[in-house]
């Protein structure tokens, strides 16, 4: 495939799989988003630079980037960018795509988005016990103990369930998703 294919087959890619994706054409690589992260710090690639990279079709080093996996989704740069530019929907988009592809460089985010994403799938909701154990005890064990009191602190003001508690109408809320998920695979295919 040429170069410029390949440089516009990623662009069109990350745009295809963000609401209102069309708009990250218009960055003007201001660095509003990076001068309002509070994870930019932790962040190989700032957002300006992680979009002039998609724009440059560097695919591996945007997706291999720890970017997207420290974004905490604030929604500042969005609210900020002069361009209204999806930012926190393109992070997501990012990590969907770096998934899929096996290039995530943050191994255990994916497992906690996965565990997250169960038992919202079976309750409705999130379950906080259940994602220390079965997420925090397997990737970090440290992090774990070290959570121990404050969990045990919690449990005993009632801040903290002992068992997962289904929403009304999961029901509905199941559907939901699953047209959701099947809205997305037809747009990814
Ligand atoms: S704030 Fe918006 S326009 Fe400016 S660099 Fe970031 S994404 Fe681009
Ligand atoms: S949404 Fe993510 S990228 Fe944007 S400012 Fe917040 S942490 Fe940074």
């Known amino acids: 495939m040429p170069e410029a294919a390949v440089r516009e087959s990623f662009l069109e890619q990350v745009v295809r799989e963000t609401p209102n994706g069309e708009r990250l054409k218009r960055c003007i690589q201001c660095g509003s988003c990076g001068g309002s992260c509070p994870s930019g710090a932790e962040m190989e690639l700032t957002p300006r630079a992680l979009f002039a990279l998609i724009r440059a079709g560097d695919k591996e080093r945007v997706l291999r980037a720890n970017t997207m996996w420290k974004c905490v989704s604030c929604y500042f740069c969005t609210v900020r960018c002069p361009q209204e530019i999806p930012i926190t929907d393109v992070?997501?988009?990012?990590?969907?795509?770096?998934?899929?592809?096996?290039?995530?460089v943050e191994s255990d985010a994916p497992a906690l988005a996965h565990t997250f994403s169960r038992y919202v799938d079976r309750y409705g909701r999130s379950f906080e016990l259940g994602i220390a154990s079965r997420y925090l005890l397997v990737h970090k064990p440290g992090t774990a103990l070290r959570m121990?009191?404050?969990?045990?602190s919690m449990l005993r003001r009632g801040r903290?369930?002992?068992?997962?508690?289904?929403?009304?109408?999961?029901?509905?809320?199941?559907?939901?998703?699953?047209?959701?998920r099947e809205l997305e695979r037809e747009e990814s295919a």
């Not at 997501?92 to 998934?99: E, N």
């Not at 903290?160 to 959701?180: C, H, M, N, T, Y």
């Open 160 to 180: 903290l369930s002992l068992a997962p508690k289904r929403i009304r109408d999961l029901e509905g809320f199941q559907a939901i998703v699953a047209r959701a």
């Open 148 to 152: 121990g009191p404050t969990g045990l």
């Open 91 to 104: 992070m997501y988009a990012l990590k969907r795509i770096a998934i899929r592809e096996g290039l995530a």
